[in-house]
């Protein structure tokens, strides 16, 4: 058989080229999405971050598309300045900045002013209140290699109302134990003092008549009550390049928020399977009825223990006495015991 008779081989384009192609075909409703900033713009920050980090490229194609469609809700770029697309397993979070936040703040035309900060050690910090409300004082050092002691946010109103939010080192602590990102580069390592800013100004904004953007990130440092959804997980392996072929192995059109494959059921993209580009038929997954609340809280209890997190660090929100059988069932998956009700089963 000569050469000309062999099928052509399939050339499998680099991820980070798949990454740009599936943007800029949707740049339109990129543009519908975005109010101020072009969309080319806003492609060049998703792929320089992608660059940079290139375990985004590991994560699901529709999580990817939904930290973009939340960045262009909150209308901030995913520079790491104003917002970062964070990789947690094989889902994209958004994440807004410090920065970005503060700016959103700023343009709202609701207040006269307002700032978060940090102060050191050897700092003039003053917090008080009298008759007359609430004051602060504070006078910044120039050593900016001192610890830090407190994290303040302020804000004032156009109609003269001010609001003062103070975290001491002891809450920002708590906060941080809320993060389920214990990596290297997750983001409370990466930018400790710009989530330090950026929980004191997410305190601050529960205490103002309105905020410009929601605070309904990953990381949220003070949960409402209502559980988590425990994702599915698609097991893969570790290192750069199984992330890339896993991207590039990622089907096409999936633009609405999905589950991904349980453990057991992952793709094999990279490993033998298709190139990108074609079409493989896979079966339907079968209907799953959601975890029940005792599940979550297991399965939360074990996430936590595997992150690393202390025992005493239980949820805020079972720590109600109507949620005690939720904190008993994240006490055993913390412990690595059966769930609550398997025990009165057997």
């Given at each position: 058989?000569?050469?000309?008779?062999?099928a052509?081989?399939?050339v499998?384009?680099?991820p980070?080229?798949?990454?740009?192609?599936?943007l800029e075909?949707?740049a339109?409703?990129?543009?519908?999405a975005l109010a101020?900033?072009?969309?080319?713009r806003?492609?060049?920050a998703?792929?320089?971050?992608a660059?940079?980090?290139?375990?985004?490229l590991?994560c699901?194609?529709?999580?990817?598309?939904?930290?973009?469609?939340?960045?262009?809700r909150?209308?901030?770029?995913p520079?790491?300045v104003?917002?970062?697309?964070v990789?947690?397993?094989?889902?994209?979070?958004?994440?807004p900045m410090?920065?970005?936040l503060?700016?959103?703040f700023?343009?709202s035309?609701?207040?006269?002013?307002?700032?978060?900060?940090?102060?050191?050690e050897?700092?003039t910090?003053e917090?008080?209140?009298?008759?007359?409300g609430?004051h602060f004082k504070?006078?910044?050092?120039?050593?900016?290699e001192?610890?830090?002691t407190?994290?303040y946010?302020m804000?004032?109103t156009?109609?003269?109302?001010?609001?003062?939010?103070?975290?001491?080192?002891?809450?920002?602590a708590?906060?941080?134990?809320?993060?389920?990102?214990?990596?290297?580069?997750?983001?409370?390592?990466?930018?400790p003092e710009?989530?330090?800013k950026?929980?004191?100004?997410?305190?601050?904004?529960?205490?103002?008549?309105?905020a410009p953007?929601?605070?309904d990130?990953?990381?949220?440092?003070?949960?409402?009550?209502?559980?988590?959804?425990?994702?599915?997980?698609?097991?893969?392996?570790?290192?750069?390049a199984?992330?890339?072929d896993?991207f590039a192995?990622?089907?096409?059109?999936?633009?609405?928020?999905?589950?991904?494959a349980p453990s057991?059921?992952?793709?094999q993209?990279?490993?033998g399977g298709?190139?990108?580009?074609?079409?493989v038929?896979?079966?339907?997954?079968p209907?799953q009825?959601p975890?029940d609340?005792?599940?979550?809280?297991?399965?939360?209890?074990?996430?936590?223990?595997?992150a690393?997190?202390?025992?005493?660090?239980?949820?805020g929100e079972?720590r109600?006495?109507a949620?005690?059988?939720?904190?008993?069932?994240?006490?055993?998956?913390y412990?690595?015991?059966?769930?609550p009700?398997e025990?009165?089963?057997?």
């Amino acid at each position: 058989m000569t050469n000309s008779d062999s099928a052509p081989i399939a050339v499998q384009k680099a991820p980070i080229v798949i990454l740009k192609e599936r943007l800029e075909a949707r740049a339109g409703e990129l543009r519908a999405a975005l109010a101020e900033i072009p969309p080319e713009r806003f492609i060049r920050a998703v792929i320089t971050a992608a660059q940079i980090n290139p375990e985004i490229l590991a994560c699901q194609w529709n999580s990817v598309w939904l930290a973009c469609m939340k960045a262009c809700r909150d209308g901030l770029l995913p520079d790491g300045v104003e917002g970062a697309i964070v990789p947690y397993k094989d889902k994209a979070n958004w994440i807004p900045m410090y920065r970005g936040l503060l700016r959103k703040f700023q343009q709202s035309g609701s207040f006269k002013w307002i700032t978060a900060n940090v102060v050191r050690e050897g700092e003039t910090f003053e917090h008080w209140i009298d008759e007359h409300g609430e004051h602060f004082k504070h006078v910044p050092g120039e050593n900016g290699e001192s610890p830090v002691t407190k994290v303040y946010a302020m804000a004032t109103t156009l109609q003269g109302g001010v609001f003062i939010s103070v975290m001491s080192m002891s809450d920002i602590a708590k906060v941080r134990k809320m993060s389920r990102a214990s990596r290297d580069d997750a983001p409370w390592n990466q930018w400790p003092e710009e989530m330090q800013k950026k929980s004191a100004l997410r305190r601050l904004s529960k205490m103002l008549p309105t905020a410009p953007i929601p605070f309904d990130d990953e990381d949220d440092d003070e949960p409402d009550g209502t559980p988590k959804p425990v994702p599915y997980t698609v097991t893969r392996e570790r290192g750069a390049a199984a992330a890339l072929d896993l991207f590039a192995g990622s089907p096409e059109g999936l633009d609405s928020v999905t589950p991904s494959a349980p453990s057991g059921e992952s793709a094999q993209a990279g490993n033998g399977g298709s190139a990108a580009g074609e079409s493989v038929d896979q079966p339907a997954a079968p209907e799953q009825a959601p975890p029940d609340p005792l599940t979550i809280a297991y399965l939360r209890g074990k996430e936590a223990k595997s992150a690393k997190h202390e025992r005493k660090a239980l949820p805020g929100e079972y720590r109600s006495s109507a949620r005690d059988a939720e904190a008993e069932a994240w006490l055993a998956g913390y412990d690595g015991k059966p769930k609550p009700q398997e025990q009165a089963t057997g």
